[in-house]
């Protein structure tokens, strides 16, 4: 029998390599990697193996003696520019080690699939994975159209689509070690994600999916999902979507399935502040929903329309009065070192979130990802050189900036995060918070991460 591994390969750092956004986590979180779970959703479960060895905590020599002895046809690995090295070292070894053909998944191979195929002894790079006829050539070995696949033999097959809705059947969730994930704002467990749509309507010039089509999930094989996710006992779910409500008819729509389907789990998403309205939140704290995570990025509205994020600071305090109402936490997503901004206005958009009622605050440094036009602009214009890929600015210095120095930015990004979470005042309101032991557990782990991290004693 054909036998197909789902992989998410080892790095020293906790990497979050999936849906083309690749970062490493600030804490010690990590939720089942979207893109393999997508992909496990197309083959039955017994042509299926998952490795998550993030989330296994699994070092590079144990996961080559583990695969050295298996029957593996084909392998689908994570790869991402914030794991840039590590990941070429581990996919031209894994070659030596294994005897399947490698197919790779990932911002960087999505962006850069053809250089990646000669760099790599790789057989190609799967470009969409909610859209593809992967199963088919795997296991019927029909080569004769290669959708959204990248095959260097096979070029000619290629066949680029992307229909306004898709389906990629129910995921195969209990292949995943749920039990092990955790979210820094999650609640319960076990976790799992799932995802409604792919990509965003919005093209801001900082984001990955500003360059990828949007696209709907037939919601009729959503509601299926849930009813699987229900009946395997998952707690909590992290809702995938880009941008949760950009169609409000819809987004009501998918409360009342998850308010009817999993009428006991908790969730978390992500939202535009300009989504956000009385009518959608009542409706998703009725389903269940917790915490939202907003993109803010900055209080300065220059920068808001230069980088075509089409949103107010207006609608910001707006969104944050609504989700109060509700009782919804929020996290609010910042970026410093934005082109466009200068000192002052980072420091302004510090006092805001310090000001506001935000439960958690995410302060990050801008980055010129690949495919994107801010990278496009860093490099024709800013002296990024177009070989450094390893942007991983999520846990370290910036290797990139514009007008403000990297020692400038790092110091304000940690000064920002020992500010706002070191207050007595938000430390009490966060232990009141707590409604579960996991709860408990995340907050006290997570909590002296920060601390550690900003008096510089984790590196
Ligand atoms: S709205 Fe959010 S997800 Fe959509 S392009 Fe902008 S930053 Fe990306």
Redesign the pocket.
């Known amino acids: 029998m054909t036998k197909v591994l789902l992989l998410n390969p080892p790095s020293k750092k906790v990497a979050c390599r999936d849906y083309y956004c690749g970062h490493i986590a600030k804490g010690d979180y990590s939720w089942p990697p979207y893109d393999l779970l997508v992909l496990s959703g197309l083959f039955p479960k017994e042509n299926l193996e998952v490795l998550d060895c993030i989330v296994e905590k699994k070092d590079r020599e144990s996961v080559f003696k583990y695969l050295s002895s298996k029957k593996i046809d084909f392998i689908i690995g994570l790869f991402s520019s914030v794991t840039y090295s590590e990941d070429e070292a581990f996919y031209s070894q894994l070659s030596k080690e294994v005897d399947a053909k490698i197919y790779l998944s990932g911002d960087f191979p999505k962006a850069h699939y053809k250089k990646l195929c000669t760099s790599l002894p790789i057989k190609g790079v799967v470009l969409d994975f909610v859209e593809n006829n992967l199963k088919e050539v795997f296991l019927d070995n029909k080569y004769t159209e290669l959708v959204n696949i990248y095959h260097p033999e096979e070029s000619h097959l290629l066949s680029l689509k992307n229909s306004q809705n898709f389906t990629y059947g129910i995921p195969k969730h209990e292949l995943f070690p749920l039990n092990k994930y955790k979210l820094a704002q999650g609640i319960f467990r076990p976790l799992t994600v799932i995802g409604t749509d792919f990509s965003?309507p919005?093209?801001?010039t900082f984001?990955f999916?500003?360059k990828i089509s949007y696209k709907k999930r037939d919601l009729q094989e959503f509601q299926e999902e849930l009813k699987v996710i229900n009946n395997l006992g998952i707690k909590e779910i992290m809702l995938m979507d880009?941008?949760f409500g950009v169609n409000k008819n819809r987004a009501l729509k998918i409360c009342e399935m998850i308010k009817v389907y999993c009428p006991k789990i908790s969730w978390i998403c992500e939202m535009?502040v300009s989504d956000v309205n009385v009518e959608l939140i009542k409706a998703m704290k009725e389903a269940g929903c917790h915490t939202i995570m907003l993109?803010i990025e900055t209080q300065n509205q220059k920068s808001l329309d230069s980088i075509e994020?089409h949103i107010t600071t207006e609608q910001t305090k707006n969104a944050l009065i609504v989700c109060k109402n509700f009782s919804i936490r929020t996290l609010g997503h910042f970026i410093l070192g934005l082109p466009g901004d200068k000192i002052q206005d980072m420091k302004e958009t510090i006092e805001f979130s310090l000001n506001s009622s935000l439960s958690f605050a995410s302060y990050n440094i801008a980055t010129p990802m690949v495919n994107t036009t801010m990278r496009d602009e860093a490099e024709a214009n800013q002296g990024l050189k177009t070989d450094i890929y390893n942007m991983n600015l999520s846990d370290g210095k910036p290797l990139w900036t514009h007008t403000v120095s990297a020692d400038e930015l790092y110091a304000l990004k940690k000064q920002a995060y020992r500010r706002f979470y070191l207050r007595p005042s938000y430390i009490i309101r966060q232990l009141l918070s707590i409604r579960s032991f996991n709860q408990l557990q995340i907050l006290v782990r997570e909590g002296i991460y920060v601390v550690l991290k900003n008096i510089q004693v984790v590196k």
């Open positions: 965003c919005y093209s801001c984001c999916f500003e880009a941008s535009r993109g994020k």
